[in-house]
């Protein structure tokens, strides 16, 4: 059975899936990366790991897409029933995970639970 995947919001959505120019919009081979990754969380779910995802604890996860525009993470968490909820997606800029968009991922997980 193939997991489910949805978006905490349009908004979230469309950060992934619009193409330029919506300023929100990751570049074109980030978001190609990104739907690919996608693909295989719809497919694997759970049992994908590193290096495409990786626990940040507390039930939250990321996608991790790399490409020549930069690096992109999807925040997400699973749901009952093989589903999985897009929470947040933001181009990283630093080695670390800033903590605004950590913060943003979290309060949507507490939402939804």
Known sequence: MKWEIDFY???????????????????????????????LVEQHGAQLGKPHTDSLGK?????????QEGIARSNYCYMK????????????????????DLNIAEQRMKELL
């Open 81 to 100: 029933s093989k589903k999985v909820i897009i929470l947040h997606v933001f181009i990283k800029k630093t080695q670390k995970t800033p903590k605004k």
């Open 9 to 39: 919001s349009e908004e979230v959505e469309n950060d992934i899936l619009s193409l330029p120019p919506n300023i929100l919009s990751l570049p074109p081979k980030l978001q190609a990366k990104m739907l690919r990754l996608l693909e």
């Open 59 to 67: 039930g939250l996860f990321e996608l991790r897409a790399k490409a």
